[in-house]
């Protein structure tokens, strides 16, 4: 089955719409988001930092390969220490593959409690997939062998989605995406096999537009999110606002630009009135807000 996205969801203005309403008078929800992945050294890194001499793709690409590898080896654990310090569980975008390649990382991410969301077996686009309902029960699968559970939220890497992929999702299980960029709420779109909720991701509080498209400086970071957090603080006083920071440890985990993403946090924690959840959090919020005021 395929469906153009006005087919899965009429339009709506969020100001049409009933306020939800976060539990004990809360203004807003900070999802943080940490995506960890395997680049494949026979195949083209997923991203550049170095471009290649003469512009010509090189295989293997060993200094981009080695880049993305210092933040499973390094980066990471810089993001292990500050979630611990603040005591948030973000939500974990994996490539199931993580599990076998980095098994030390994502053991770690088990045992501190964060909540795994599926993220394709590796790094690739979704429409380069061959089988598609393949990669997807494979990656859920392995998953919900390595945790004890089936993940409930699914984010396509860089987002991509083909027309079938919603389908796909829910008939795999998937109760969330991340794909959907489009509002400050959560939305239910339409599928074959039953709805799925949009969670509000973000590709402009993403350290990948942000430090690698864009090039901007480090410090970047916490002004833009310093400015996002503040406006949807202050809208938060009227309808609940949700958040999102998606970060990735081969960039932000870098010891020039953590300190920037450690005082964004340190920030968001002098205003009260801000809880942090994971996606099946949100989810679960969401769906009771749904029946409290009669959104379907």
Known sequence: MSMQPRERI???????????????????VLWSIVNLEVWDIARPMARQVLPAPTGQVLLPDVPNWSWHEYGMRVGVWRFFRLYERLGIRPTLSINARVVEEYERVAAQARAAGWEFMGHSWEQG?????????????????RLERFTGRRPVGWLGP???ETYETPELLAEAGVQYIGDWVYDDEPTTIRTAHG???????????????????????????????IDQFERLYEEGAE???????????????????????????????????????????????????????GRG
């Open 158 to 160: 860089g987002l991509t």
């Open 10 to 28: 009429p339009y709506s203005a969020i100001v049409d719409r009933p306020p939800l309403r976060l539990p004990d008078g809360a203004r807003l």
């Open 125 to 141: 686009p979704i429409h380069k997939e061959a089988d598609q309902r393949g990669m997807i029960h494979r990656s859920l699968d």
């Open 239 to 293: 309808r609940a606002k949700i958040m999102s920071l998606a970060i990735h440890p081969y960039i932000s985990g870098q010891p020039h630009r953590i300190g920037y993403l450690e005082e964004f946090y340190d920030h968001v924690a002098s205003r009260p009135g801000v809880l942090h959840w994971n996606g099946e959090q949100l989810l679960d919020w969401y769906r009771g807000e749904c029946g409290r005021i």
């Open 195 to 225: 709805p799925l909720v949009t969670l509000p991701y973000t590709v402009e509080l993403n350290d990948i537009p942000m430090m690698i498209v864009q090039h901007h400086e480090g410090a970047h970071l916490l002004r833009r999110a």
